[in-house]
């Protein structure tokens, strides 16, 4: 199928998303990506979910919140991520490629 990636903007990364459920944060035991140079990062901030070829964005209650397009989500919601959408977590902007 697809292969999904994130392009980290800061630092050019591209990230391949990989499982059903692809975790992002800043604690290395919990999650699939470490975002450590960042501490507007929650340990588990956010998820990537793979379903049937869709995927979607997952905030994890994070403190600083993550942010679908420039619009904040609400925690805990799956919502469906479009190529080239823009994610930002706390302040680490990303955007969402379809290959």
């Known amino acids: 199928g697809d292969i999904a990636s994130l392009f980290r903007i800061k630092n050019g990364e591209r990230i391949p998303i990989t499982g059903s459920i692809f975790r992002l944060g800043k604690e290395e035991k919990f999650v699939d990506y470490v975002i450590h140079d960042n ?44 190529d080239k959408a823009s994610i930002r977590l706390g302040n680490e902007e990303f955007q969402f490629l379809l290959l």
């Open 39 to 82: 501490e507007a990062i929650s340990r588990s901030h956010a998820n990537i979910i793979s379903r049937n070829g869709q995927y979607f964005l997952q905030d994890n209650n994070s403190t600083n919140h993550s942010f679908l397009n420039g619009q904040q989500c609400v925690s805990n919601v799956e919502l469906p991520l479009q």
